[in-house]
């Protein structure tokens, strides 16, 4: 008699750009606690970079072919083309496999993406047992996701037809208004009056009751974050987003309010100089989020590079491969037209930070 496979229990990983989630699902893949996860990344951007991250982590639960990258598009915007497929193929393997992570790019809407697990195709092997919303406590605390009320009001008062809702206050709603659980990261940046002002203004913005935690670089237990059992696919269509609920009609949102450009560089010679013009293009034009890897010379190591707003981290993940390309590669994300009217700058900036040509990794 066939065994009736019970539904694989999915995990739905969510926040804004640089909010710690590839940071929180790296920890959760060395903390797995013999569980076998298969894991769904996606970004915004042409750079995979959070799939280069986990691949590099070396953590034997975190096997190559354990990781699926959805690259062609943010996946609120391809699960028909992208995310069903991969689902169906996932399935396909749930004896082998205890439960399933999605990481949402940074600018993706959860609700398209959960709604989807009531598609019957998916909806027969699968179950959301939870979304999990990751925030960054410091962006918060410092206001970067309050629209600024001033400029609003301005834009108000210049043209009430326009559709004045910030970009980055909606979907930082929407990701919240998703949520089962919401993970408070980078609380270790901030003082105790500042995290007690950020947990009300999320009470506020969730409407509802909601488990808040906080993580410190990633380390949450398995447990709090599994398990939840929240069956969230049934509950999504009382969790609307901005645009749902302007949309009624079911026009499909995009993602016009952002851009990325990636930027590439030779070698670079001082790290701290490097990080210093970073910080500099980063704040000249506006950028959210800025990521990827850069080769120094004499340094047998990759260096990750992690922007988030102005902070700026940088740390040697792995050695070159042999053969492989020692490259400044960079993602920038920020916001449409920051990002289409900075481009050329941005390019020749990063550029001019490296020191020459490319060069190839010793065989
Ligand atoms: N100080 C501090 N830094 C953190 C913490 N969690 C994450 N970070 C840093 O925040 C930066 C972004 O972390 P990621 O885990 O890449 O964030 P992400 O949400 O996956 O980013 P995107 O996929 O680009 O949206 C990295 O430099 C992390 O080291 C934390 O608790 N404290």
Redesign the pocket.
């Known amino acids: 008699m066939s065994q009736t496979l019970s539904k694989i229990p999915v995990t739905v990983v969510t ?1 804004f ?8 699902i790296r920890h959760l893949l060395e903390n797995a606690g013999g569980r076998r996860i298969a894991l769904v990344i996606n ?1 915004f951007g042409d750079l995979g970079v ?1 799939g280069d991250i986990l691949a590099g982590c070396g953590v034997e639960t975190c096997r190559e072919e354990d990781v699926v990258e959805l690259t062609n598009g943010c996946i609120c915007c391809t699960v028909a083309d992208d995310f069903v497929p991969t689902m169906r193929m996932l399935l396909e393997r749930r004896d082998r496999l205890d439960h399933i992570v999605i990481e949402t ?2 600018l993706a809407l959860p609700q398209p993406l959960v709604a989807a697990f009531n598609w019957p195709e998916v909806k027969t092997g699968a179950t959301v047992d939870g979304v999990v919303t ?1 925030i960054d406590a410091e962006a918060v605390a410092a206001g970067r996701f309050a629209a600024d009320e001033d400029k609003v009001r301005a834009q108000r008062a210049a043209d009430p037809s326009l559709d004045h809702d910030d970009p980055l206050e909606e979907l930082f709603e929407d990701q919240i208004r998703a949520a089962d659980l919401l993970v408070l ?2 609380t ?2 901030i003082d105790a009056a500042a995290l007690a002002r950020v947990k009300a203004e999320i009470e506020t913005a969730a409407g509802r009751p909601l488990g808040i935690v906080t ?4 380390r949450l237990p398995a447990d709090v974050l599994l398990g939840l059992t929240a069956g969230t696919e049934d509950l999504i269509h009382a969790r609307r987003s901005h645009h749902e609920i302007e949309h009624e009609g079911g026009e499909m949102h995009d993602h016009d309010d952002f851009e990325s450009v990636v930027a590439t560089a030779g070698e670079i010679a001082d790290v701290e100089a490097f990080t210093a013009g970073l910080r500099e293009i980063v704040a000249a034009h506006g950028i959210l ?1 800025l ?1 990827g890897f850069a080769a120094v010379q004499g340094k047998p190591m990759r260096l990750l590079v ?1 922007a ?1 707003g102005g902070r700026i ?1 940088t740390y040697f993940d792995r050695p070159f491969r042999p053969g492989e390309a020692r490259a400044t590669k960079l993602v920038a994300i920020g916001l449409h037209d920051a990002i289409e009217d900075g481009e050329a700058a941005i390019l020749a900036g990063i550029a001019a930070l490296g020191t020459g040509p490319q060069v190839q990794a010793a065989e």
């Not at 993580?215 to 990633?218: I, P, S």
């Open positions: 926040g750009l640089g909010a710690g989630k590839t940071t929180l970004e959070d790019s940074g990751v990261t980078k270790d940046l993580a410190d670089k990633g989020r990521k992690q988030v981290e």
